[in-house]
Every structure is written in structure tokens, then in C-alpha cells.
């Protein structure tokens, strides 16, 4: 059974930093490309970060680059998104998401973690 396990959402002040966690099972994960989404009410899911699935790249939405920072630890089956220098419009709930990066692009979400940044 595919499972992936957000954790480490919560609530923050500006200027703060949390850590999210993806655990990952029942798949190989290190054949998969890992990324983070985030979604509020009203708009659309985007893509916050993503991972190659041994790691070597990176790839970071605009409004994030220089603040948040995306690995892996393909021996614990997990995927970490540190978020630094929280903003208000960070809030919103983060996903999870695998895509396996050989054809075909089996595709898995979690569950969502909601962040929260505020005074």
C-alpha cells in the first residue's frame, strides 16, 4: 500500500522557519521524483520545490528560491522541505507528491500539512 506522510506543519511567526517531512512506503522511492506543492482556498495546487530522484537537482518556484531548501534521504525513504524567513503568503497547505521517473509516471500525493504564518 502506497502511503506518503506529511508532518512538521504548523504555526509560525513571520520571519520563522519550519521543516517539513514526507515519509514514503510501499514504493521505490528512490526511483521517484519527489516534490512539494501548496495550495490555498480558492487557487490552484503549485509546485513550491521539487528533487531528481538521486538528488543531484533541484528546482524551486520563484517566490521561494534563497528561502526554502529541498532534500532527500533516499535510505529513509523521506523527503524534507526546510522553509526559511516565512512569509504571510506562505500559509497554505503543503503536499507531498512522487512521480516515478521512468515511463510509466506513476503519480502519489499525501495528504497535506497545513502552514501557517502569522503574528
Known amino acids: 500500500q502506497v502511503q506518503l506522510v506529511e508532518s512538521g506543519g504548523g504555526l509560525v511567526q513571520p520571519g520563522g522557519s519550519l521543516r517539513l517531512s514526507c515519509a514514503a512506503s510501499?514504493?521505490?522511492?528512490?526511483?521517484?521524483?519527489m516534490s512539494w506543492y501548496r495550495q490555498t482556498p480558492g487557487k490552484e495546487r503549485e509546485l513550491v520545490a521539487s528533487?531528481?530522484?538521486?538528488?543531484?537537482?533541484?528546482n524551486y518556484a520563484d517566490s521561494v528560491k534563497g528561502r526554502f531548501s529541498i532534500s532527500r534521504d533516499n535510505h529513509k525513504n523521506t523527503v524534507f522541505l526546510q522553509m526559511n524567513s516565512l512569509k504571510a503568503e506562505d500559509t497554505a497547505v503543503y503536499y507531498c507528491?512522487?512521480?516515478?521517473?521512468?515511463?510509466?509516471?506513476?503519480?502519489?500525493w499525501g495528504q497535506g500539512t497545513q502552514v501557517t504564518v502569522s503574528s
Open positions: 507528491k512522487a512521480t516515478r521517473s521512468v515511463y510509466p509516471p506513476y503519480t502519489y
Open positions: 510501499g514504493f521505490t522511492f528512490s526511483n521517484y521524483v
Open positions: 528533487i531528481t530522484s538521486a538528488g543531484g537537482s533541484t
